[in-house]
């Protein structure tokens, strides 16, 4: 069973930074990509940052310049580094993972931004 563990969240001044991580275990098909996304409150989930296992990576255009999400393929890991915070970033994160049989998401990690 895929189980992803997602730690780095936090509370953050506006114009800080914070690293979430996502380790990703049990997956016995291949992984086809891993990526982040975010709700607010009262707002649906939405794509932050996903990359491709073929290195293919997409930002929607609110992060853009300011979040840059990476993978260590080996360690089935994802990050997604967070710099320039602004209070409209905050939101529970969450970890995806898609492989060839499914799709499956990590419990969500609370980032905070105080104006």
């Known amino acids: 069973q895929v189980r992803l563990v997602e730690s780095g969240g936090g509370v953050v001044q506006t114009g800080g930074s914070l690293r979430l991580s996502c380790a990703a275990s049990g997956s016995s098909f291949a992984i086809v990509a891993m990526g982040w996304y975010r709700q607010a409150p009262g707002r649906q989930r939405e794509l932050v940052a996903i990359?491709?296992?073929?290195?293919?990576?997409e930002y929607d255009d609110a992060v853009k310049g300011r979040f840059t999400i990476s993978r260590d393929n080996a360690k089935n890991t994802v990050y997604l580094q967070m710099n320039s915070l602004k209070p409209e970033d905050t939101a529970v994160y969450f970890c995806r993972l898609l492989n060839t049989g499914g799709n499956y998401w990590g419990q969500g990690t609370q980032v905070t931004v105080s104006s």
């Open positions: 990359q491709t296992t073929g290195g293919t990576i």
